[in-house]
């Protein structure tokens, strides 16, 4: 395929992005280890490999858009949190990330238990053999047939989510002839510095029951009195994409503060506390994330803590990383068509993919970066936005961007740092079809999940 080149971008200053992109960065073929997976690193061709195979391998077996997931790195995330918080404590993958069965299978062997929060979510983890006890159902609306599925399953514990929710699953329980480990969910009261959708401890929202008020101890009260309940805990999760842990110390001083109101108040010690996922990834190398470990102690420390002061036990913790697991696994790789320089403006690079399986632009304003990746280049930078192939003029994947001022239609670009909610928030929006997951690992490259066909489309379409 030919080469355009193109202007080096514009350089007017009212259009220069704040942030990441405030300026070109000095090498263009460099890939920063902070926003790729473990095994990306480029060839001596110039070409971007991923356990051991090539981008443009991938993209003529499979297609583009395609997500492309490190299974090495996957495991040693997925290992790194389990050891760093040890055999006293649990770590539930949070399967809203992303989750198929492999992803399952591989969770399994790591050691780690999952989080569900759907009826879709729970049977993709039975069927690929997560043992029902290592499962947390969670939800604020689970069905009635959602709760019946789980009880009968034998789930690990139902994260309770409101009053309604406390009589409904334990009359199920009951009906069922058995006794369900719940949790009870709160809303601590916490802002979390982060994007105001996906902050969930400020009381103003759909989550939880609020500690305000007397509404969490009144939830426990009845809670403890209902035959189908065993309470095991308290659950507080405080948002997504966070990385200061000051909001969790907050929610572990107000959850362990409950703890010792339901101990002074019915005599009992409940033996678990869970706070929940959201710590952050690297999506630019702006981010600065934490390691598991780091976390682990802090978390560990806060807690225990917050339990002397209150002469308590300590609970056994639980945490729900989801994000912090697959994100930087993955990048979605795209094939470049259409460029237009808009003068004076910025260049635009339209992908074959866009809003639908990649929402997050649109919906929070992500940064994300992205590089040339079937080829090196040392052509000038060019600012450039890239955009899918979708009816919105918000079809942004990447806002602010330099790539090389060569790039040209049928170049390979990929946008690190996809492997949490993209795929699982993918639609089918104007019937583009969802991107397949490829997972690569040891010079192999296998489908995890199958890109969809038009046949799909039509087969749901009955008439
Ligand atoms: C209850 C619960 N646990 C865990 C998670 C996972 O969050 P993250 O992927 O940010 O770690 C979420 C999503 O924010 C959640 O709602
Ligand atoms: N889907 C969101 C986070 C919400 C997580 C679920 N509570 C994201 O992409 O960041």
Known sequence: MSRSAHPAGPRHADVLPEGHYAAPPTDL?????????????????????????????????????????????FRAR??????????????????????????????????????????????TALSAGMPADRIAFHGNNKSEGEIRRAVEAGVGRIVLDSFQEIVRVAHIAQELGTRQRVQIRITVGVEAHTHEFIATAHEDQKFGIPLAGGQAAEAVRRALQLDGLEVIGIHSHIGSQIFDMSGFEVAAHRVVGLLKDIRDEHGVELPEIDLGGGLGIAYTSDDDPREPHEIAKALTEIVTRECEAARLRTPRISVEPGRAVVGPTAFTLYEVGTIKPLDGL????????????????????????????????????????????HCESGDIVVKDAFLPGDLAPGDLIAVPATGAYCRSMASNYNHVLR??????????ARVIVRRETEEDLLRLDVG
């Open 29 to 73: 073929n460099a890939l920063d280890p902070k926003v790729w997976a473990q095994t990306v690193t480029r060839d001596t061709d110039g070409v971007v490999t991923v356990g051991g195979v090539d981008v443009k391998t991938l993209a003529a077996e499979f297609g583009t858009p395609a997500y492309v997931l490190d299974e090495t790195d």
């Open 435 to 444: 991107p397949p997951v490829v997972a690569v690992r040891d010079g192999a």
């Open 346 to 389: 910025r260049t635009y690079v339209s992908v074959d993919g866009g809003m639908s399986d990649n929402i997050r632009t649109a919906l929070y304003d992500a940064e994300y970066s992205v590089a040339l990746v079937s080829r090196t280049s040392d052509a000038e930078p060019m600012l450039a936005r890239v955009v899918g192939k």
């Open 78 to 123: 997925a290992r790194a949190w389990r050891t760093a918080f040890g055999p006293d404590a649990d770590v539930f993958y949070a399967g809203k990330a992303f989750l198929s069965r492999a992803v399952v299978r591989w969770l399994h062997e790591e050691g780690l238990n999952l989080d569900v929060c759907s009826g879709g979510e729970l049977v």
